[in-house]
């Protein structure tokens, strides 16, 4: 037994009390009350010897709680070789875990891991069944225990060196916590197809950087008898070291939206001017002056990096006077807004407050995507989406069908039998018959598909109030039985209120029903501008997808199956899989190409060691012989790691504190015992 | 077949009862049952004297023989219809606290004095109390009404904060206050000297106050068998010194026996009776006994037949 702090075992001093206090006589604290003392003779008193002690077993309870308490407070622990319950005659499954992450990167350091990750297989029993997993964001197991078993034991360190030959790090993050749930699972597999609970091993080899994903290991079951080892390594860090890490785009302010960056160092560095550039990726030229900033003593710094609307799509933010390192630059693609178009077929004037056309010019403004109205009817082109209220010429109607069948959206305003009958030309079908009547009691939406788009921002129950909207001239449509038209909503007398049909690649919108304030108060419903944005934002292809994010995280960028990638430098090679930081183009069949930015993981970038006793309270059962390079922030002191280990894995603390409480019941059992004799051989007086 | 122990039989028992009213009912049962016959057994039992007719007297009592005889008018006057006034002084200094038992001395003094009283209020008669340790504290004056038994009882009951007995200076003080001719019972352990309260004594009977004495002891008190060898601090004084019993037993008893030989002896001197009883001893025999000895005593010693009247 060791003891962590045995300088509490001064605390033994104490002792002296409890064995001086019993070789005290009581006899002056005894005392007797009468009441006719004057009738009594004082009497000689009797001496007893000084050296008789009162009560030893008393004495020795007590004793005992001061050594138990000392000796809780002096943090005992048992250093073992081997765990202690580990059966001698079962094989040892060791299984290596080797960190591929972006951090990795430095080739010193990688090579560092796989020298270690070798040493572990020379280190090996013939017996032992060892695995090999490999992590970054994703585990991968590279070799199995079964594999491991198969293999000659002279071929076993070969296998594993070329296993680690063909591997190279990543620029992923670090998911520790899925990679040991993986080793775990391995653990208990081998442990099924031995037949019992052998001791196991997790070996870690990794740099362990601040941005080690660790949260997972909370809730994991630790098979019996597993230990975890970490090999920590890591290279020498450089105070200048900085990294970059992508915050966002800043508000316009009228010369371009400005790029946000976080310069991350390390903290408790010399304070210093960093400046930073703004690089035209296609050649690595630079684009602008540089922009000078301070880099703080705390390690953190945001910057602003202007990016003026003529600057190229593609872009890259460097640090031309800081080492290489990790993170080190920034790739960009600028902000471009994406406008809308609208083009308004109607008879009405702009400033008729009873034409929907009004209230469709008032409602467009202000928006994040620049709305516009394209009034020159002879440049039809480019409009996204037509409104069309009021009735229009063959030639109009060939323009809108025509752009209907090219992508643009149409909403048609069949206020009329007449548009009622154009809808069903724009819609390609036939036998749409309609007629309008004004009624006394207005009608109301009866029924919602909320499931369709251009309802669904109103599914919450909080927006789906659509009583107050009302409909006074609605037009009765009714569809022949072969329609494809799709009816989204009905009024409450079951006829179709709103229908959408696919013409081609463009959609059509049909409202049985102006929009005129007499008609209906939609216009002037809260819901009005919403559904439009809804509409106008489908029409332009969408939510505008992100442009600018790390590797680990491509479900943001929303790429679908049939996109094609290429390198920004080489766009005649086609990438299947986007393993790398840079800027790549991605094309669509059918739209636009568009460029996509990838970036270092953030949490990669961060020079930090991860804090030691996360594992600890995590309930990581840490081995007892820890190999940790001394950059590990380790907080023992001057103590060995193993003791301090050893020790909060043991806690036999608790062990003598309980001892102690139960001494204490003891002792206080026996001490009213003997009071208790005491008094039961005088009689005690009935005086208070 | 054996029957029951009464329930007053057993001091231990019966002190055990926090209701003193009960207590002074258990016991006074049992004293009833205890005497032979009682001495108060009803009214107008007793003639005791003629006085002459004044008009407004009730003719009931006209005793139409004596008028036969004497051709007067003569009012037959029974004992009951003169009211006895007593009063029972009960010492709760310090010294009445000391039990080698489970209960201490004032517990069982406390009971005597309510089941007197009891005794004294079905009798018809005024009776009050009064406490008293270095003064007379907590005095109810002799009546006789609804509710004035549970007065006694409440006052009877209260803890004291005294600590010196002064006999002496609460004779006086009685002398004081009972202008009527009174039976004052003294219930007490009369441990202090003597000499202190004699005199006090006997300007109480000179007062014509008829006195009677119940001293209550600890069998401790008497034998000394209690305790160990240990300081031992006297109750109301505080003094302290170092006593191992069994070296100090002899001269103790021996002290204590000249003490109750005196105590006895001033008692005798201005014919006061007096009785001795111990706290292990059953209330009901100690009452009886009492009553039993103050009739004997009343018929052999007291000079006047009025003094029975009680």
């Not at chain 1, 009594?40 to 004495?59: G, T």
């Not at chain 1, 050893?646 to 009071?675: P, Y």
């Amino acid at each position: 037994m060791s003891l962590l702090t045995p300088f509490f075992l001064a605390g033994l001093a104490l002792l002296a009390g409890p064995i001086i206090a019993h070789l005290i006589r009581r006899a002056t604290k005894d005392r007797i009350e009468f009441s006719a003392i004057r009738f009594l003779n004082p009497s000689k008193p009797r001496l007893d010897r000084r050296s008789r002690v009162q009560h030893p077993l008393l004495l020795l309870l007590r004793c005992l709680i001061v050594v138990a308490l000392a000796l809780a407070f002096a943090r005992p622990y048992w250093t073992q070789t081997t765990p202690p319950t580990a059966s001698e005659t079962q094989p040892r499954i060791v299984i290596a875990l080797l960190d591929r992450s972006a951090s990795m990167q430095p080739p010193a350091r990688w090579a560092d891991a796989t020298t270690r990750v070798n040493a572990i297989v020379e280190a090996l029993e013939p017996s032992d069944i060892f695995s090999l997993i490999t992590f970054d964001a994703r585990t991968e197991i590279l070799l199995t225990g079964e594999q491991w078993q198969s293999a000659l034991p002279s071929e076993r360190p070969g296998i594993v060196s070329s296993l680690l030959s063909d591997q190279s790090p990543s620029w992923s993050a670090t998911h520790l916590d899925n990679a040991i749930a993986t080793a775990l699972e391995s653990v208990r597999e081998l442990n099924e197809s031995i037949g019992g609970s052998a001791s196991s091993e997790l070996l870690i080899v990794s740099d362990l950087t601040a941005g080690t994903r660790v949260a997972g290991l909370a809730g994991l079951d630790w098979p019996a008898h597993t230990q975890v080892k970490f090999d920590s390594v890591t290279a020498a860090s450089d105070p200048d070291q900085i990294a970059l890490q992508w915050l966002g785009w800043g508000t316009d302010l009228g010369a371009g939206a400005p790029a946000r960056v976080r310069l991350i160092g390390t903290p408790g560095a010399t304070p210093r001017s960093v400046s930073l550039q703004l690089v035209d990726a296609s050649n690595d030229a630079p684009w602008a002056p540089p922009i000078e900033t301070v880099m703080p003593s705390s390690g953190t710094q945001l910057a602003s990096v202007p990016v003026s609307p003529d600057s190229p799509a593609a872009l890259r933010i460097t640090l031309p006077d800081t080492p290489n390192s990790l993170g080190q630059s920034l790739n960009l693609v600028r902000h471009v807004d994406r406008e809308i178009q609208f083009k308004i077929w109607s008879d009405s004037p702009s400033s008729d407050l009873s034409s929907p056309r009004f209230y469709l010019e008032n409602a467009i403004t202000g928006w994040i995507d620049p709305a516009t109205i394209a009034d020159d009817p002879s440049q039809p082109d480019t409009p996204t989406l037509h409104v069309i209220t009021s009735p229009l010429n063959p030639t109009e109607i060939s323009t809108v069908k025509s752009r209907l069948e090219a992508g643009a959206f149409v909403i048609l305003l069949a206020n009329s039998p007449e548009l009622a009958a154009q809808a069903a030309t724009l819609a390609g079908e036939t036998n749409w018959r309609a007629s309008t009547t004004s009624r006394s009691n207005p009608l109301l939406f009866g029924e919602i598909d909320f499931g369709h788009p251009l309802f669904a921002s109103f599914a919450d129950p909080r927006f789906s109030d659509f009583t107050r909207i009302r409909f006074t001239r609605p037009t009765s449509l009714t569809l022949p039985a072969d329609t494809r038209t799709q009816v989204i909503a009905r009024f409450d007398n079951g006829e179709p209120a709103v229908l959408e049909t696919a013409v081609e690649r463009g959609r059509l919108i049909v409202w049985a029903t102006g929009w005129g304030p007499r008609e209906t108060p939609w216009v002037l419903s809260t819901k009005f501008v919403p559904w439009l944005q809804a509409v106008a934002e489908r029409a332009a292809g969408g939510t505008i997808p992100v442009a600018v994010t790390e590797l680990g995280d491509l479900s943001r960028l929303n790429l679908p199956a049939e996109s094609t990638i290429t390198a920004l430098r080489d766009p005649d090679t086609a990438i299947d899989q986007l393993t790398q930081p840079g800027i790549y183009q991605v094309t669509v069949p059918e739209t636009r190409p568009r460029l996509i930015a990838l970036n270092v993981p953030a949490s990669e970038t961060n020079p930090e060691p991860l804090a030691w006793d996360i594992f600890e309270a995590l309930g990581v059962p840490l081995s007892n012989t820890l190999a940790v390079s001394e950059s590990v922030d380790v907080p023992t002191g001057d103590l060995p790691e193993s003791a301090l280990v050893s020790e909060s894995r043991q806690r036999a603390w608790r062990w003598f504190v309980l001892l102690a409480i139960a001494l204490l019941l003891v002792e206080g059992i026996v001490a009213l015992v003997i009071n208790r004799r005491a008094s039961a051989a005088v009689p005690a007086p009935a005086n208070p | 077949m054996s029957t029951a122990p009464a329930p007053s039989a057993d001091p231990l028992a019966l002190l055990a009862v926090k209701d003193l009213s009960l207590r002074a009912k258990v016991v006074m049962e049992g004293v009833q049952s205890g005497l032979h016959r009682s001495p108060f057994s009803g009214f107008s039992s007793e003639f005791t004297e003629y006085r002459q007719y004044s008009p407004g007297d009730d003719l009931r009592y006209l005793d139409w023989r004596a008028y036969a005889r004497s051709d007067r008018y003569y009012i037959k006057k029974y004992e009951d219809e003169t009211n006895l006034r007593a009063l029972i002084l009960l010492d709760v200094s310090r010294s009445m606290r000391f039990g080698s038992g489970p209960h201490p001395k004032i517990e069982y003094a406390r009971t005597l004095a309510a089941t007197l009283a009891r005794f004294l209020h079905e009798q018809r008669d005024v009776v009050g109390t009064a406490l008293f340790d270095e003064k007379v504290q907590d005095v109810v004056p002799p009546r006789w009404r609804p509710g004035h038994l549970n007065h006694i009882y409440a006052t009877l009951s209260r803890e004291p904060a005294g600590r010196e007995t002064a006999i002496g200076s609460a004779l006086s003080e009685v002398a004081r206050l009972c202008r009527k001719r009174t039976l004052v019972l003294i219930v007490s352990d009369f441990l202090a000297p003597v000499d202190t309260w004699s005199p006090a004594l006997g300007e109480l009977t000179a007062a014509r106050h008829d006195v009677r004495a119940l001293q209550v002891l600890d069998p401790a008190e008497l034998n000394l068998e209690f305790g160990r060898a240990a300081m031992w601090e006297d109750l109301e004084s505080g003094e302290a010194r170092y006593v191992d019993p069994t070296q100090a037993r002899a001269d103790y008893t021996t002290q204590i026996n000249a003490h109750l030989a005196e105590v006895k002896g001033a008692f005798d001197n201005y014919g006061v009776l007096h009785h001795l009883t111990t706290t292990a001893q059953p209330l009901t025999d100690a009452l009886v006994t009492f009553l039993q000895t103050r009739r004997g005593a009343s018929r052999g010693t007291r000079p006047s037949r009025k003094d029975s009247v009680a």
